[in-house]
């Protein structure tokens, strides 16, 4: 017995949907260096190549790089 192929659809008001996207939208189609990883300082997701890590709270955390101010400086965010 086959089951019937679940279609992704958004109803009209964009709040709920009848089945999930698989995926994240923070993967990258490609390789893992291509991912984006969230700062642990601003919490915004970033590309992996413009975080470094740094030792926060004893432990090695990514952070942006060379500041998260002068990222959003940079990105034309403020």
């Known amino acids: 017995m086959a089951k019937n192929e679940v279609k992704t659809t958004v109803v009209a008001d964009g709040l709920r949907y ?3 996207v698989a995926g994240s939208p923070f993967t990258a189609a490609g390789s893992f260096g291509a991912a984006t990883m969230s700062c642990f300082l601003c919490g915004k997701h970033r590309p ?27 990105n034309g965010q403020g």
Do not use: I
């Open 18 to 20: 009848r089945s999930k």
């Open 48 to 74: 992996r190549a413009s975080l470094k890590t740094r030792k926060l709270l004893g432990k090695a955390q990514a952070v942006c790089a060379p500041s998260c101010r002068e990222l959003d400086a940079a």
